[in-house]
């Protein structure tokens, strides 16, 4: 990827209609020589603030590297990626449980479990048993009110599919990547590396802006309260880029991760192409803007425009209630911190930390 010395950063896992969807399984390959360490331990053992401090090094260091931030505490990380390198640390534990496929070989557990007084764990096991299950019983209420705004989401799309030019969408996208995208001869294709951009979170839908500005100079924006336009011209411009050999961020809709891409980015090109909707605002009003109602029978348009904005408000109050929802299991998350806290020798923890950061670079 492109070197640039601002931040980025991103979403690997997101709260969604199927509970929690991680793209974990994108971040590298193992059968590529690398170096990948995989945290394991419980809350509050220090797993994000030791990813901190790597990423801190690497970038003093003069790396560009990745963040990828938890959606259950977006000042929480995931994960650290240094490409150039090819060396991530991930947080391997529950709800994105990650294991490696080569350990020993290009990927490492690193067990914090060791730093624990298990004697005070054991202690409180029926305090530290209630408040797991009944953090994971908000998220199953999460999961619950974000399958049903996803099944909204989709009947949105499927009345604007009746009332959406295809043909006029397509000869767009065409002549959207033959401006933004030049043609490599005989290069070989790039790769797609898979994103959220977005996420439900405990403080509401957080969207990482400043990764677009950092990666992205030109900036086309569509506006598209429905979804029933941009993901088609995102998955064009992204095919188109990644067969003239560029690589691309994908990047998906938190309620729909596996199929409908929201934003994408070529950062060697730098070039973004953006979905503006309730959700996330613009990022730049100078760019290059379209509408989607462009592409739409406006007479079918209005005809079904009541029940668009029905559905559209319904959509919104179920979000809403999954970020409660989520609020409380956050609440419920740094009482259950508090617990591995208080058994956690952090001495050891900081060895550990120190060992990880001699290794690195």
């Known amino acids: 990827m492109t070197k640039t010395i ?36 419980g809350p509050g053992t220090g797993k994000s603030t030791l990813m901190k401090k790597v990423a801190e090094k690497l970038e003093n260091n003069g790396y560009c590297i990745e963040r990828g931030y938890c ?59 209630e408040l797991t299950k009944a953090n994971k019983d908000q998220h199953k209420k999460v999961a619950d009110f974000m399958k049903v705004a996803s099944q909204i989401e989709m009947q949105s799309v499927l009345i604007c599919n009746n009332f959406t ?16 995208i030049p043609t ?30 950092a990666l992205a100079e030109n900036i086309v924006t569509i506006e598209d309260e429905y979804g029933a ?21 994908a ?47 406006k007479t079918a348009f209005a005809k079904n425009k009541e029940k668009l904005a029905f559905y559209k408000k319904a959509k919104k109050e179920l979000i809403d209630e999954a970020v409660r929802k989520l609020s409380i299991a956050k609440d419920i998350h740094d009482r259950l911190e508090d617990y591995y806290i208080k058994a956690t020798d952090f001495n050891v923890i900081n060895d550990i930390g120190e060992k990880i950061l001699k290794s690195i670079t």
Not at 80 to 97: K, M, R, W
Not at 186 to 210: C, M, N, T, W
Not at 229 to 249: M, Q, R
Not at 263 to 281: D, G, R
């Open 184 to 213: 490599k001869k005989g290069e070989e294709k790039g790769k797609v590396h898979k994103r959220f951009l977005s996420a439900v979170s405990p403080d509401g839908i957080v969207v990482q802006y400043d990764s677009v500005v």
């Open 229 to 249: 336009v941009s993901p088609y011209i995102a998955e064009y411009l992204c095919k188109y880029a990644v067969e003239n050999g560029y690589d691309v961020y």
């Open 71 to 129: 959606s259950a505490d977006p000042n929480s990380l995931d994960i650290v990626l240094a490409p150039e390198l090819n060396f991530s640390i991930i947080d391997g534990t529950s709800p994105h449980t990650f294991d490696p496929t080569l350990p020993g070989v290009s990927e490492h557990i690193i067990d914090l479990g060791t730093s624990w007084d298990r004697k005070y764990l054991n202690e409180h096991i029926k305090e530290i048993g």
């Open 251 to 297: 990047c998906y809709c938190p309620l729909f991760p596996r199929f409908k891409t929201e934003h994408i980015i070529i950062p060697e090109l730098k070039v973004a192409l953006f979905t503006e909707n309730s959700y996330h605002y613009s990022i730049d009003e100078t760019s290059t803007r379209v509408h989607a109602s462009r592409f739409y029978d």
């Open 165 to 180: 030019d295809e043909e006029k969408v397509e000869r767009y996208a065409k002549r959207l990547a033959n401006r933004l």
């Open 6 to 41: 601002l931040p980025v950063s991103f979403f690997f896992g997101a709260n969604n209609n199927t509970k929690y969807c991680s793209l974990f399984d994108d971040l590298y390959s193992p059968y590529e020589k690398g170096k990948h360490l995989i945290l394991k331990g």
